[in-house]
């Protein structure tokens, strides 16, 4: 079955830190690979997405960056973090099956909380 | 653009009721249309997945139906219980978007009183 792990669970970093955030996926190949923030009170927003190794499309002009260096791994990064980068970040998966088999749905993984202080 | 509403923001029911929540999207050009459920502080975890082609989906006392043309969708919770104290969110996923992106509501909290 496929699985999806994301860590680490929760984050504090001070302003102006680095980041690095990893998420892999088993028990799939080639899925598309996503990357969401959920600031408190507010609604999921795409951050990333990725179609394939290397390929990395960025929804929203930010402080972060990610890249996908391996078929089932996803990380997000940045260099200087700043205070309103903190927010859940959470991780998922979707895949399109063969003709005739569906379209699976998006799977999410348990997400990090990140708080920059 | 697609934009997702989901009312009401907040539900409190006391358990055993049924109950319904709402969601509602501006294009009705969607390949699919999940709904997902929420602790705090947690992960989203999916409860219903229905295909544009499909009218409803059921999962235990979960029923989502779906409503292309109107762009309308309801989740359906029968016999409500403490343990389905959660925020529920739909998405769905635009049509002929190569991305595969999911856009969402906001979400409804529900709490479930014992």
């Known amino acids: 079955s496929q699985t999806i792990h994301q860590w680490p669970a929760t984050l504090v970093q001070p302003v102006g830190s680095p980041l690095s955030l990893e998420c892999t996926v088993e028990?799939?190949?080639?899925?598309?690979l996503y990357w969401y923030r959920q600031a408190a009170g507010r609604g999921l927003q795409l951050l990333f997405y990725?179609?394939?190794?290397?390929?990395i499309s960025s929804e929203v002009p930010q402080n972060l960056s990610a890249s996908r260096p391996q078929d089932r791994q996803f990380i997000l990064s940045s260099k200087k973090l700043l205070l309103s980068d903190s927010g859940f970040y959470l991780c998922?998966?979707?895949?399109?099956?063969?003709?005739?088999?569906?379209?699976?749905?998006?799977?999410f993984g348990s997400g990090t909380r990140l708080t920059v202080v | 653009k697609q934009e997702v509403t989901q009312i009401p923001a907040a539900l409190s029911v006391p358990e055993g009721e049924n109950l319904v929540l709402n969601c509602s999207f501006t294009d009705s050009a969607i390949y699919n249309l999940q709904w997902f459920r929420q602790d705090p502080g947690k992960g989203l975890t999916s409860l219903l997945l229905?295909?544009?082609?499909?009218r409803e989906q059921t999962s235990g006392r979960l029923n989502a139906s779906l409503d292309k043309s109107s762009g309308r969708s309801t989740l359906y919770i029968a016999a409500s219980q403490p343990g389905d104290s959660a925020t529920y969110l739909c998405a769905v996923r635009p049509w002929m978007d190569s991305s595969y992106k999911l856009i969402f509501g906001s979400g409804t909290r529900l709490l479930v009183r014992p």
């Open positions: 990725s179609v394939g190794i290397g390929q």
């Open positions: 998922a998966w979707s895949i399109w099956a063969a003709l005739g088999r569906g379209n699976y749905g998006y799977t």
């Open positions: 028990g799939t190949s080639n899925p598309n």
């Open positions: 229905i295909q544009s082609s499909q």
